[in-house]
């Protein structure tokens, strides 16, 4: 139904704006052939000379050419259009209310994430129904299931991107939405698929994690991320310069480096997101080592499709339309033999 809504505005919107051209065109050699007809009589009755004539036709075409140009450029204006009205929505969105009733301290945080009996949907549209689970701080809790489960909702209501319609998020007991949304989220590091790195050396890279850190704190994290050694290949090591767009180095490199400024922000709680998807299945080994280092004694959350990197997490949640309809170990889930081993044994059989 989608596809087809888009199919038919686009068939309108090309063909309105392929009509305009030949449209105006048509105009054109509509008016020329009316004013030859009219001057000719003009001229045959001795009101205006010839050349008046043809001095009148070659006005109409030099005001014919910009109109084209103008019809030419009709898609061009509906885009603009369409992103100026963006904008504006974006500018008349309320800013986000940062008081919160419960001052965080970061270092006080154990990590303990529980969901309790969590209700969400965008607009009117109910997506989660009665979501109840607890991550036990340092444990592993992983997300899979089909595209469009609300695997990414679920940590998007966790970092309060929006705020639940029934029931509770909780942080070592305390309501979410009792706490500043900016301390908040200084509790969590996230690894996601699409990596980013701003223009400027790779130790910058890695120190924006931790602004107070030391030299030799970066050092040991990019050791810890298994990137250590690379960075010493390049020509002028952790002062090797990263361009605008990150393309003077490989996707697997990009993410072991967003990887050591997550070791290096040090924080308690840690989403990883698709993180090795985009990688072939050497550098997934070793982004795979880096992320069990990065997640030794903090709760972790990990979405993951590939479910080889996933077998050794403490909870695994099989999420379907919003809903999570299996939890449990692996070896737990593999037993019930149900939603999660149908999905597992079609990737390793």
């Not at 050497?282 to 709760?299: K, P």
Request: proline share 1%; with cysteine.
């Amino acid at each position: 139904e989608v596809n087809e809504r888009m199919c038919a505005a686009s068939f309108k919107a090309q063909f309105v704006s392929s009509l305009i051209s030949p449209l105006v065109s048509l105009c054109t050699y509509l008016t020329i052939g009316a004013v030859a007809v009219l001057g000719c009589f003009f001229v045959i009755d001795g009101t205006i000379r010839v050349g008046s004539l043809q001095a009148f036709i070659r006005y109409i075409w030099q005001i014919n050419d910009p109109l084209s140009q103008i019809s030419q450029l009709s898609s061009q204006v509906q885009s603009a259009f369409a992103a100026m009205g963006r904008i504006f929505n974006l500018m008349d969105e309320e800013e986000e209310v940062q008081n919160g009733k419960v001052e965080i301290r970061p270092d006080k945080v154990r990590g303990e994430v529980t969901f309790d009996h969590v209700v969400f949907g965008y607009d009117d549209e109910t997506l989660m129904r009665d979501v109840n689970f607890q991550a036990k701080p340092g444990k592993m809790v992983a997300i899979v299931g089909p595209t469009g489960a609300g695997k990414t909702t679920l940590m998007n209501l966790l970092l309060r991107f929006y705020d639940v319609k029934g029931g509770a998020i909780k942080i070592d007991g305390i309501d979410i939405r009792d706490m500043n949304r900016e301390e908040l989220r200084q509790l969590f590091s996230l690894v996601l698929q699409d990596t980013w790195l701003f223009k400027g050396s790779i130790y910058d890279n890695i120190h924006y994690g931790r602004l107070t850190a030391r030299k030799d704190e970066v050092i040991s994290a990019a050791k810890m991320a298994n990137v250590h050694h690379f960075i010493k290949t390049l020509t002028g090591g952790y002062n090797f310069e990263i361009n605008e767009e990150s393309s003077n180095i490989s996707q697997g490199e990009k993410q072991l480096l967003t990887i050591a400024r997550t070791i290096l922000a040090d924080n308690r709680i840690l989403i990883l997101d698709e993180a090795t998807s985009s990688v072939d299945t050497r550098t997934e080994q070793r982004i795979q080592t880096a992320m069990d280092r990065l997640m030794q004694g903090r709760t972790s959350f990990v979405i993951a499709h590939r479910l080889s990197t996933i077998r050794d997490a403490d909870t695994i949640l099989f999420m379907d339309h919003g809903n999570i309809i299996e939890q449990g170990s692996h070896e737990e889930l593999l037993k019930k033999n149900g939603a999660y081993a149908a999905l597992y044994y079609s990737q390793f059989e």
